[in-house]
């Protein structure tokens, strides 16, 4: 069965430093997300993304985020400097289409630490 | 703006007996409600779903959840629960652009 897959599994950078996180959706998806969950917190939707540009983003995704799919598998995450309130699990997703709602697919998620 | 509101944090419940965990919801448009299980260390799996139709939903692991408009809720229960149904359990409402707005989660713990 096809799943969302996410590296690196646990991530661990200083304050300041840029983190890139990865994740290679559900080939025929066409919507992706990224989601975060702070220890002992709710998931949180950031940022979703179709036809290579962002389609909504929530307060958190500020500037100092941004996503990409550099090359039509791949659709990353980037941090380019990461405070400690960045520390969280953060979870890709990938769905189908937009056109009858149906489930999104997770990956295991990123466990970002920044210290 | 849609929220969702989960009104257990932790819900024990022995082995063999039911559950049912709680779910409220507000939205100002349709809702598509969804039901995801987070097991110890692990991503987030879909239970169940509620798109549109029938009230009660049946998803995995026996698992069924009610769709109830007048009183916004969308409850999940289980009629026997296993030790292997420990984790955390979330529900959520699909916004625009298919985004989820996830409840704060219930955790439940099973105990023999």
């Known amino acids: 069965e096809p799943e969302v897959t996410q590296t690196p599994s646990h991530q661990v950078t200083q304050m300041g430093q840029e983190v890139i996180l990865r994740c290679v959706p559900i080939?025929?998806?066409?919507?992706f997300y990224w989601y975060r969950q702070i220890l002992g917190q709710k998931v949180e939707f950031l940022v979703s993304?179709?036809?290579?540009?962002?389609?909504?983003k929530s307060e958190i995704f500020d500037d100092q985020f941004s996503v990409e799919r550099p090359d039509g598998s791949n659709f990353t995450l980037k941090i380019r400097s990461t405070k400690l309130e960045d520390s969280a699990m953060y979870f890709c997703?990938?769905?189908?289409?937009?056109?009858?709602?149906?489930?999104?697919?997770f990956g295991p998620g990123t466990r970002l630490t920044v210290t | 703006a849609q929220s969702v509101t989960q009104l257990d944090s932790q819900v024990p419940v022995f082995e063999e007996a039911p559950v049912e965990l709680r779910c409220n919801y507000s939205s100002s448009v349709s809702v598509y409600l969804f039901w995801y299980v987070q097991y110890p260390n692990q991503g987030l799996q879909l239970l169940l779903k509620?798109?549109?139709?029938?009230?009660l939903v049946k998803g995995i692991n026996g698992f069924e959840a009610e769709f109830n408009k007048s009183q916004t809720s969308f409850h999940l229960r289980k009629p026997s629960v296993h030790i292997s149904d420990t984790a955390e359990y979330f529900c959520?409402?699909?916004?625009?652009?298919?985004?989820?707005?996830f409840g704060a989660g219930t955790q439940v713990v099973v105990t023999p």
């Open positions: 080939s025929n998806h066409l919507y």
């Open positions: 959520a409402v699909s916004g625009s652009w298919g985004k989820l707005q």
């Open positions: 993304f179709y036809n290579n540009e962002i389609s909504e």
């Open positions: 997703a990938s769905r189908v289409k937009l056109a009858r709602p149906g489930e999104q697919y």
């Open positions: 509620y798109l549109s139709g029938s009230t």
